[in-house]
């Protein structure tokens, strides 16, 4: 992420700070669904989680955002420390939700 030229009214150097406590200290923990149709996510199975898995209509599926927050294969060996730096030239996606994504993201971020 170029926060250089980032649309917000946060300092570059405060952005970094804040999207770092968002990581650490989401607002949200978890968030649940209820798959409307039978799905198929794409990985996630099998002994290096690259198979696809298949979701059943009707099947309750949760999502624990603090654990992906601090998940070790995302963000290195050191995913629990205070480092606002790790966050110079990375581009926000998937592994950065702390209020969730898509359709439904909370309206207050």
Known sequence: ?????A????????LLIHN????????ANRNMRICLKDCVIPTGC????????????GT???VNFGAMQRDKDVWGEDADHFRPERWEGMKLGWHYIPF???PRICPCQ
């Open 100 to 102: 969730s994504g898509g």
């Open 1 to 5: 992420m170029d926060v250089s030229n």
């Open 46 to 57: 099998g002994p290096q989680g690259k198979a696809p898995v298949f979701v059943p209509r």
């Open 20 to 27: 770092l406590g968002f990581r650490l200290s989401m607002p």
């Open 7 to 14: 649309q917000s009214p946060i300092e570059p150097k405060s």
């Open 60 to 62: 309750q599926v949760g």
